[in-house]
């Protein structure tokens, strides 16, 4: 069994051939992208070397641009007659893994 530990948007992930990650948005709209590796297993061989990490290629491809669950912010205070509420959703990307070498 191979499996990588990559960086993916401000993350890491743990990721197979196949698996579909969802992360931060970036700025690809289509195409393969290289997401850089901070751990390789295959098999009963652990990699966290940096000069041998460099060597490894974790390639994905882009499934599309989404945008995450509204987030309802609010602020009150007491007494004051101070309330906020604000939304937030976060642009996310979502790519599959399609080989690690």
């Known amino acids: 069994m191979v499996y990588a530990v990559v960086k993916a948007g401000g993350r890491q992930e743990k ?5 579909i990650v969802t ?4 700025a690809e709209t ?5 997401l850089p590796a901070v751990l390789l297993v295959d098999g009963d061989k652990v990699t966290t070397d940096s000069q ?11 499934l599309g641009q989404l945008r995450g669950p509204k987030i ?5 205070k007491n007494k004051t007659g ?4 604000q939304g937030h959703r976060q ?10 070498k």
């Open 30 to 34: 289509s195409g393969k992208i290289e």
């Open 52 to 62: 041998a990490l460099a060597k490894v290629k974790v390639v994905a491809e882009v």
């Open 91 to 100: 642009d996310l990307t979502r790519v599959q893994v399609t080989e690690i």
């Open 15 to 19: 990721v197979e051939v196949g698996t």
């Open 23 to 26: 992360m931060n948005r970036i």
């Open 72 to 76: 309802i912010i609010q602020k009150y």
């Open 82 to 85: 101070y309330k906020k509420r």
